[in-house]
């Protein structure tokens, strides 16, 4: 095609070259964005630990692992005592405070490959990989001894192992938050 002006074909290059430059950082941002977002999604805000979903995934995981290969683990439910005497006496910020003390003491304890997820309020799982009932059990202990150290406060803890795969995360859940009381 023949052009009046010469720098027609030189302009519709640019522009073009300009569309796809604006449209690949869009993409970028955008994938960026939703990488960031997928993360936020499985944290809780206050703490940093894993929320429920992330929780939710990982036990699923080790459930999984339990029917194929035979793995046992251990989930702890760790419920801090007397929470709402701490919030009304010294208020949310003392509260929210220790939750960050308790999350921060528990990654401490706990092994790399054990997760521990903020269940809500000041409620907590904790997922022991390829831990038995002794291992449960020292585990519980150490816990309870850490925050001791580190708060004025003390903490309930159920212990459930699973030698046999329970039929979903809510039964194990349940099974535990029951073993606390």
Known sequence: VAYENPFIPAWNTGVLLMAFLIVTVLLHVLHTTLEREAIN????????????????????????LLKRYNRPFSILYLDIDNFKELNDTRGHSAGDSALRV???TLKQVLRTGDTVAR????????????????????????????????????????????????ASVDELIRKADHLMY
Do not use: H, M, W
Request: proline share 5%; aromatic share 4%; glycine share 6%.
């Open 41 to 64: 999604a499985r944290i809780d805000p206050l703490t940093g630990a894993p929320n429920t979903r992330a929780f939710y995934e990982a036990a699923g995981i080790q459930i999984s």
């Open 102 to 104: 308790v999350t921060q």
């Open 119 to 166: 269940l809500g309020g000041d409620e907590f799982a904790i997922l022991l990989t390829e831990a038995d009932a002794r291992a449960a059990e020292i585990v519980s202990t150490r816990i309870q001894s850490a925050i001791r150290s580190k708060l004025t406060l003390t903490c309930s803890i159920g212990a459930l192992t699973c030698v046999a795969p329970p």
